[in-house]
């Protein structure tokens, strides 16, 4: 089941209120271009159809930074008060969950310096141009196996 972006990312701001972390339009980035990456890997699907592109400071989901462009490089606040289980099925839950544990941990710069160094971002930055799942995918696949 697939989902769209704004909700991936509103699960990963939500994470925020169970921890003393904060999350940055920056590294929520990163972690929505982990998730699907890992996704498209894992399940051979994409988690949400928006689509991810190369910017400068790597991987962006313009849909999203849009929509939280207004915070800076501020922490970005979650008050929201959505029902993750009528959106997400139990297994995309403790898919983003495992996500939030293992990249969560990293700070917005460090997330940013770990995709400097992945062919996604490398292969499409000169233009900022659209990673494509297929790419992501093909990337994704070769650190799970």
């Known amino acids: 089941m697939s989902t769209n972006a704004i909700n991936v990312a509103k699960y990963f701001l939500s994470k925020t209120l ?4 904060n999350i940055t339009n920056l590294k929520l980035q990163k972690l929505l271009y982990y998730a699907q990456g890992y996704h498209l890997a894992l399940f051979n699907d994409e988690l ?13 989901c313009p849909e999203i930074y849009h929509t939280f462009k207004e915070f800076g490089s501020n922490n970005i606040p979650y ?8 959106i997400f099925t139990p297994e995309q839950l403790d898919f983003l969950d495992e996500v939030y544990n293992v990249f969560g941990q990293f700070s917005a710069w460090k997330l940013r310096d770990m995709t400097h160094e992945e062919s996604p971002w490398i292969n499409n930055k000169a233009y900022n141009g659209t990673i494509s799942p297929d790419e ?10």
Request: aromatic share 14%; charged share 30%.
């Open 18 to 21: 169970e921890s003393d972390e």
């Open 48 to 60: 949400f159809h928006e689509e991810i592109c190369a910017w400068t400071h790597g991987p962006v």
């Open 79 to 86: 008050n929201g008060e959505e029902n993750f289980s009528d």
């Open 136 to 145: 992501m995918k093909d990337y994704f696949n070769s650190r799970v196996s």
